[in-house]
Antibody
Framework: QVTLKESGPGILQPSQTLSLTCTFS??????????VGWIRQPSGKGLEWLAN???????YYNPSLKNRLTISKDTSNNQAFLKITNVDTADTATYYC????????????WGQGVMVTVSS | DVVLTQTPVAQPVTLGDQASISCRSS???????????LEWYLQKPGQSPQLLIY???NRFSGVPDRFIGSGSGSDFTLKISRVEPEDLGVYYC????????FGSGTKLEIK
């Protein structure tokens, strides 16, 4: 069955780089049409799409955050990654990774989310 | 940026009744390939979001047929008939036609 699990540092300081890992099973990011996306949610607030990466290494970023985001993947180890540079308190949120199988068919499986706090 | 406006912000409902949520887009969501990439998600309390509907009206595997997505262009609706307790939570629309964006959410709650 398809599972995804996010991991991250828990807490970090302003101006640092946030590194997140999504470890998944039940599918391969080398399969045609497969993708993984990152979405975040500040506590008590709505969802914000951050970035997608596809089986062919195509990458798409939220334009409002693009210069701070880097998405990547390690197909052989079934992992996807997201880096956010120069974090501040506004980046405090729960971060989710989710699978997409064919663009436009939705984020069909989600991880449980990982909480990240940016605080000095 | 494409802005998705969801109404109402909160929808009080009696169990067993129908609920309706609107999602209006600031631009047409018809892609150049003819598809309309409008999705609906439900986030139950304390859980991750879950996919309900993709491409306006296609139910994801296992989603009951009580959930019906409809609409076109920039105006979309999710109808939930015979609301059950497990339907409660926050519903989000999401568009992937342009740079992806989520709506601000509609909380389905008991009246």
């Amino acid at each position: 069955q398809v599972t995804l699990k996010e991991s991250g540092p828990g807490i970090l300081q302003p101006s640092q780089t946030l590194s997140l890992t999504c470890t998944f099973s039940g599918f391969s990011l080398s399969t045609y049409g497969m993708g993984v996306g990152w979405i975040r949610q500040p506590s008590g607030k709505g969802l914000e799409w951050l970035a997608n990466i596809w089986w062919d290494d195509d990458k798409y970023y939220n334009p409002s955050l693009k210069n701070r985001l880097t998405i990547s993947k390690d197909t052989s180890n079934n992992q996807a990654f997201l880096k956010i540079t120069n974090v501040d308190t506004a980046d405090t949120a729960t971060y989710y990774c989710a699978r997409i199988y064919y663009s436009g068919d939705g984020f069909d499986y989600w991880g449980q989310g990982v909480m990240v706090t940016v605080s000095s | 940026d494409v802005v998705l406006t969801q109404t109402p912000v909160a929808q009080p409902v009696t169990l067993g009744d129908q609920a309706s949520i609107s999602c209006r887009s600031s631009q047409s969501l018809v892609h150049s390939n003819g598809n309309t990439y409008l999705e609906w998600y439900l986030q139950k309390p304390g859980q991750s979001p879950q996919l309900l509907i993709y491409k306006v009206s296609n139910r994801f595997s296992g989603v009951p047929d009580r959930f019906i997505g409809s609409g076109s262009g920039s105006d979309f609706t999710l109808k939930i008939s015979r609301v059950e307790p497990e339907d409660l939570g926050v519903y989000y629309c999401f568009q992937a036609t342009h740079d992806p964006t989520f709506g601000s959410g509609t909380k389905l709650e008991i009246k």
